[in-house]
């Protein structure tokens, strides 16, 4: 069976461990996922047109986008008016959704506050961030 390819949109300063574990199953070969990241720390530039163009090439190439909500998914960043989103996390998703990428959401509190542009995204939720509900909402998202 082919690994999925899957966008992982988290924040990077508060969340990056998240997306670590992920890595981890990912060398696991009993967790068929394979996914493709990048944030806006690894591109090595500050140029918001730079990152857009480098989120967006990536999001391209996948087909599922998993997003990770943590506490601070969708608090407005303070360059939030050249990105044209409250955050990078919400520019993901929409840029996802107009790829026609299957959407995936997990929050790592049920009290967290999920990021504007999953509302009504048809988004499959994984009910806990755990190998075996992430595979189970990737799979249900498959057959949407």
């Known amino acids: 069976m082919a690994k999925k390819k899957v966008f992982v949109s988290f924040d990077y300063d508060n969340d990056k461990h998240y997306k670590f ?13 394979y996914f493709s ?13 730079t990152v ?22 969708n608090k407005i960043h303070k360059d939030y008016l ?16 107009q790829n026609g990428n299957k959407i995936v959401a997990v929050k790592l509190d049920k009290f967290y506050t999920s990021p504007s ?12 961030f755990g190998k075996d509900s992430i595979i189970k909402a990737l799979e249900t998202a498959s057959k949407k």
């Open 82 to 97: 050249e990105i044209g989103y409250r955050n990078w996390i919400n520019f993901e998703i929409a840029k996802s959704k």
């Open 37 to 49: 990241d990048l944030s806006s720390q690894e591109i090595n530039s500050w140029n918001i047109s």
């Open 117 to 128: 542009e999953i509302l009504g995204s048809g988004a499959e939720w994984a009910m806990s």
């Open 21 to 33: 574990l992920l890595q981890a199953w990912d060398a696991n070969p009993e967790f068929d996922f």
């Open 52 to 73: 857009k163009g480098s989120l967006t090439r990536k999001i391209n190439e996948a087909t599922y986008t998993l997003v990770i909500v943590g506490k601070e998914a």
